[in-house]
């Protein structure tokens, strides 16, 4: 088996049944992926996995709404990497810290996903990282097409 932990993004094979599950992780480069030792996003067979996504640098500055579309542009960015594309999510999770930006995050998601209408949580948190963000998002994608 290949080493996991050998870079921005390594590939570990594992016998399931007649055939082997192909795990390959992707980076985005973000420091704290290599501090916290996690990938930003991993795929497995058909399936993709997007680790929670904040919003970065000058858009934590802006109102949840913004966030949140950022934290959409880097998880699309993820997607795209490992093969896929926002059409393919099937289920979010939204972190949010103050239920009152629950309509400007509402608004993001559904501008977002509201065609393919993934599964969805969303759940009230009393911190995240950074301390300055407002909402974050993780998702799954299974590649269907």
């Known amino acids: 088996m290949a080493d996991i932990h050998s870079g921005a993004r390594s590939t570990e094979a594992a016998p399931r ?29 058909d399936q993709i996995f997007v680790s929670g996504t904040t919003a970065r640098a000058h858009h934590l ?13 880097t998880v699309a960015a993820a997607l795209g990497e490992a093969g896929a594309g926002l059409r393919h999510v099937v289920r979010t999770v939204v972190y949010v810290l103050d239920m009152a930006d629950i309509p400007q995050i509402a608004r993001a998601h559904e501008e977002t996903f509201g065609r393919s209408r993934p599964a969805s949580t969303l759940v009230r948190v009393a911190a995240l990282t950074p301390a300055s963000a407002r909402v974050e998002i993780e998702v799954t994608a299974v590649i269907h097409d």
């Not at 192909?22 to 985005?28: E, G, H, L």
């Not at 500055?61 to 542009?73: H, P, V």
């Open 17 to 45: 049944r007649d055939w082997p599950l192909i795990r390959t992780n992707f980076s985005s480069g973000y420091p704290y992926e290599d501090v916290y030792g996690y990938a930003r996003a991993v795929r497995v067979g």
């Open 61 to 73: 500055d802006g109102d949840a709404y913004e966030q949140m579309m950022a934290a959409i542009a």
